[in-house]
């Protein structure tokens, strides 16, 4: 099972399963981030700097794509509610 690891929250891993959002995975294991727009991919809110394994999350789909642009995340910044985990290996995030 994939793992998201969240180094400022003392290096925890949170088991998740493919096509999961870090925030789901995040909220299934007690830690609420904050979702201004509900989840819906349209604020900055969720934001999580990704260290490690961009390549094991699906790349971001149009509404993510299009806040990634307009708010001007950095190539290593995803949307937690959006970047869903593709199932191919672990994930290494920080929380701003
Ligand atoms: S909660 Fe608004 S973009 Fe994720």
Do not use: W
């Amino acid at each position: 099972m994939p793992k998201v690891r969240v180094l400022n929250l003392g290096s925890q891993e949170f088991e998740g399963i493919e096509n999961q959002s870090i925030m789901d995975v995040l909220y299934r294991h007690g830690y609420e981030l904050d979702s201004a727009c509900g989840g819906h991919g349209q604020c900055t809110s969720c934001k999580v700097i990704v260290l490690e394994g961009m390549e094991n999350l699906y790349p971001p789909e149009f509404e993510e794509a299009e806040t990634i642009e307009e708010k001007g995340l950095e190539e290593n910044e995803r949307l937690a509610c959006q970047a869903k985990l593709n199932g191919k290996g672990d994930v290494v995030i920080y929380l701003p």
